[in-house]
């Protein structure tokens, strides 16, 4: 699947709508949920163009896809949330539950978060 540059993350990225930045580099931009589901809910993309984690990891280089998962740990620590956990969770594609079609961490902390999702 090509990359949709309308979707909601490209906007976000070039301005074009608003989100409350918890971080931001040259290479990553994390903020909040607009519809958080734990105390602390914040989603981590990178900057560049892909769709999902299949895209970025065929596509992007090892440093590339290190440095990603390196700052999502780093931005959980800044938030207070290493201490007593989080979950992270990274939906691919239509059956993944993924809605918008750029690769996004969702960091979710703040309480206990609970079970892990339960498949049928």
């Known amino acids: 699947m090509p990359y949709d540059t309308s979707n909601i993350f490209a906007r976000i990225l070039r301005g074009e709508l608003p ?7 040259d290479h990553v931009l994390a903020f909040n949920d607009v519809a958080p589901k734990a105390p602390v809910h ?5 900057k560049q ?6 895209d970025f990891s065929r596509i992007a280089g ?5 440095r990603f998962f390196k ?3 780093e931005i959980a620590r800044e938030l207070g949330l290493a ?10 594609g239509g059956h993944g539950g993924q809605e918008v ?5 969702h960091i979710l ?9 339960m498949v049928r």
């Open 83 to 92: 201490e007593n956990g989080y979950r992270l969770i990274l939906n691919i």
């Open 101 to 105: 079609p750029h690769i996004h961490v």
């Open 42 to 46: 914040v989603l981590v993309i990178p």
């Open 49 to 54: 163009p892909f769709v999902s984690m299949d």
């Open 109 to 117: 902390g703040g309480r206990p978060i609970g079970p892990m999702v």
């Open 19 to 25: 989100a409350t930045k918890v971080y931001e580099d």
């Open 71 to 73: 700052t999502v740990g």
């Open 62 to 66: 090892p440093e590339e896809v290190g």
